[in-house]
Nanobody, 123 residues
Framework: QVQLVESGGGLVQAGDSLRLSCAAS????????MGWFRQAPGKEREFVAA????????FYAGSVKGRFTISIDNAKNTVYLQMSSLKPEDTAVYYC????????????????WGQGTQVTVSQ
């Protein structure tokens, strides 16, 4: 089992920055790619970004590319999502995920999930 705990969400204004953290623990978590998804009210959960545990490869959704950066601190077993130039449409619950099996851009492919952290971006 892998446990994931997100933190860092909050209420910010458009144009602000925010950094989310995801602390990982449990069995063999250091072998898994990690990712971030988000779910806005009334919408399906969507892929945001992913990273290999080595940090050597990163992947982004088109809607966040150039504004969000995913990174990993292996010593702290923590994955980060640095979000800049935030927009109201970035408002959502952000989830950390681990261990994809298949298409990493789909939520059904991921085997482990955190509880989510709310990000609200006001005008």
């Amino acid at each position: 089992q892998v446990q994931l705990v997100e933190s860092g969400g909050g209420l910010v204004q458009a144009g602000d920055s925010l950094r989310l953290s995801c602390a990982a623990s449990g069995r063999s978590f250091d072998r898994y790619p990690m990712g971030w998804f988000r779910q806005a009210p009334g919408k399906e959960r969507e892929f945001v970004a992913a990273i290999t545990w080595s940090g050597g490869s990163t992947f982004y959704a088109g809607s966040v590319k150039g504004r969000f950066t995913i990174s990993i601190d292996n010593a702290k077993n923590t994955v980060y999502l640095q979000m800049s130039s935030l927009k109201p449409e970035d408002t959502a619950v952000y989830y950390c995920a681990a261990d994809p099996d298949g298409d990493y851009t789909t939520d059904v492919a991921w085997n482990y999930w955190g509880q989510g952290t709310q990000v609200t971006v006001s005008q």
